[in-house]
């Protein structure tokens, strides 16, 4: 892995420092080095060179140790989501043909399966002892050490692959870039199945830090924990679901010097928020994709003025470089929308299966997503949507994204999903659906007023809905499908707006 090297270092240096911490558990960097290289010598002889390690525990205290043993030298690792449906865990497995699978769950499979808690733990004791010095060897940087899986709402996920180089090359810069430090304890409350907690996990066994999450997200459990944060990883929607549990709870809470959130953009409302709550909290955001890894990075430090440009999600990332391109793939001048395409060392090997030639693409050194954005003079990167989103509206293009940010700015508005629909008349006719403590008390009128210094006519939604929920993915993103079956089948979850 790119860090088992660096957790031997922790065994020598610091053995007792806090390394994993679960609600009920917690592990020292000597024990989590003790118990991964027992996990690396149990698999060596599966495979020799290159096994393939399937984890299927969720957020439990035997995650760390799987990662960081399954990946030790050119081993790799396939982080399964242990909310799959048992179906789609038995496809991935089916493909995957992994040499061992660790779960907490039954699941189908042909692969030798330990069970957590169980069987796994039979295993690890009669390995117990092996020298983490030789177990956890650093790895080839160019062979492959994660194979993970684009989220979805259904049918089978995207499995693409990384080298180990491209996360070593992003952990490089981890310090400079996002500040975090040996001293620093750090809490990312969601699933470490998914990029944003797999990659914080990591990024603190790098440092040497103290990394603690929960068995799934708890705004309460939180709160309750805020006390010995210093970091916080999150997507926007934990930190308004936090907000509404700090509401009624005494703060500031000072000892919180850094926020990162990923996922989504964050809005203007939530920001100013989390900067009253966390007053001392310099807030990193990252914008990036799974195929891509780190793209651009925007800080807001804890003195910030405030920032009325609501689609600009910040600088590149150390050794990226981005070009903005038209559809004929040539370079558009600064300030001209087009497709954005990524250069440097973080880019991912591509697709293991799912390769619909579309969701990744590269042409040589590039590679991009499909996300459109365009720079601005100092380089910085403005997101305006995805080529496959955009609807033309009466002759006019538009990107939902840069409606769904106007949005999300107007008081008492905290998210926001636009779509198009057919429109005899226009061609396609845009749909919103907004959430939060103000969605109900407004109009449609009031959008279109209140959204003129952020939106030219064209670009205000049609029809607008206030959601009675909010759903969520379980890496806490908006579940955009199924608003849009809502929309579809006029779900009664969504009450539209009066005129």
């Known amino acids: 892995m790119p860090v088992a090297e660096r957790v031997v270092r922790w065994w020598r240096e610091r053995p007792d420092a806090t390394a994993f911490r679960l609600p009920g558990h917690r592990i020292g960097y000597g024990e989590l080095a003790e118990r991964a290289a027992a996990v690396a010598a149990g698999l060596r002889p599966r495979r020799p060179g290159r096994p393939l390690l399937a984890i299927d525990v969720g957020n439990s205290p035997a995650f760390a140790e799987l990662v960081v043993g399954g990946t030790a030298g050119d081993g790799a690792c396939a982080?399964?989501?242990?909310?799959?449906?048992?179906?789609?865990?038995?496809?991935?497995?089916?493909?995957?043909?992994?040499?061992?699978?660790?779960?907490?769950?039954?699941?189908?499979?042909?692969?030798?399966?330990?069970?957590?808690?169980?069987?796994?733990?039979?295993?690890?004791?009669?390995?117990?002892?092996?020298?983490?010095?030789?177990?956890?060897a650093p790895g080839d940087p160019g062979s492959t050490f994660l194979i993970g899986f684009t989220s979805g709402t259904s049918g089978l996920p995207k499995a693409f692959s990384r080298a180990r180089g491209t996360w070593r090359a992003s952990l490089a810069h981890a310090r400079d870039v996002f500040g975090v430090g040996p001293d620093d304890h750090i809490l990312a409350p969601g699933p470490l199945s998914h990029g944003l907690g797999l990659y914080a996990l990591v990024e603190a066994l790098h440092e040497g830090a103290a990394f603690a999450t929960?068995?799934?997200?708890?705004?309460?459990?939180?709160?309750?924990?805020?006390?010995?944060?210093?970091?916080?990883?999150?997507?926007?929607?934990?930190?308004?679901?936090?907000?509404?549990?700090?509401?009624?709870?005494?703060?500031?809470?000072?000892?919180?010097?850094?926020?990162?959130?990923?996922?989504?953009?964050?809005?203007?409302?939530?920001?100013?928020?989390?900067?009253?709550?966390?007053?001392?909290?310099?807030?990193?955001?990252?914008?990036?994709?799974?195929?891509?890894?780190?793209?651009?990075?925007?800080?807001?430090?804890?003195?910030?003025?405030?920032?009325?440009?609501?689609?600009?999600?910040?600088?590149?990332?150390?050794?990226?470089?981005?070009?903005?391109?038209?559809?004929?793939?040539?370079?558009?001048?600064?300030?001209?929308?087009?497709?954005?395409?990524?250069?440097?060392?973080?880019?991912?090997?591509?697709?293991?299966?799912?390769?619909?030639?579309q969701a990744f693409r590269t042409d040589g050194e590039w590679a991009t997503v499909g996300d459109h954005g365009w720079l601005d003079d100092a380089g910085g990167l403005h997101l305006v949507g995805r080529a496959g989103s955009m609807v033309i509206t009466g002759g006019h293009n538009v990107y939902p994204g840069e409606v769904e940010e106007a949005l999300r700015r107007l008081d008492g508005v905290e998210d926001a999903v636009v779509v198009g629909r057919p429109d005899e008349y226009l061609g396609s006719v845009l749909v919103a659906v907004v959430t939060g403590p103000g969605a109900f008390d407004l109009t449609q009128a009031e959008v279109l007023r209140r959204s003129a210094d952020h939106l030219p006519r064209h670009k205000v939604p049609r029809r607008v809905y206030a959601a009675r929920e909010w759903p969520l993915t379980r890496s806490g993103k908006t579940a955009r499908a199924r608003i849009e079956e809502w929309i579809d089948h006029g779900d009664s979850r969504l009450v539209q707006l009066p005129a």
């Open 214 to 357: 929960l068995p799934r997200f708890d705004a309460g459990a939180v709160r309750a924990g805020l006390g010995s944060v210093t970091r916080l990883v999150v997507v926007p929607t934990m930190l308004r679901g936090l907000h509404r549990e700090l509401a009624a709870a005494p703060g500031p809470y000072p000892g919180v010097t850094a926020i990162v959130s990923s996922g989504a953009k964050l809005d203007p409302a939530t920001l100013a928020r989390a900067r009253a709550f966390f007053p001392h909290a310099h807030v990193h955001e990252y914008y990036g994709a799974s195929e891509l890894s780190f793209v651009t990075v925007r800080h807001t430090p804890p003195d910030a003025g405030a920032d009325g440009d609501p689609d600009a999600v910040g600088l590149p990332f150390p050794g990226v470089e981005l070009e903005v391109r038209d559809p004929e793939g040539r370079a558009v001048p600064t300030g001209t929308p087009g497709e954005v395409h990524v250069r440097g060392p973080l880019v991912s090997s591509g697709y293991v299966w799912g390769d619909d030639g």
């Open 79 to 136: 982080v399964l989501d242990p909310a799959w449906p048992p179906a789609r865990t038995a496809e991935v497995l089916r493909r995957l043909r992994p040499d061992l699978v660790v779960t907490s769950r039954p699941v189908e499979t042909d692969a030798p399966v330990l069970v957590v808690g169980d069987s796994y733990e039979d295993w690890l004791d009669g390995l117990r002892g092996v020298d983490p010095a030789r177990e956890l």
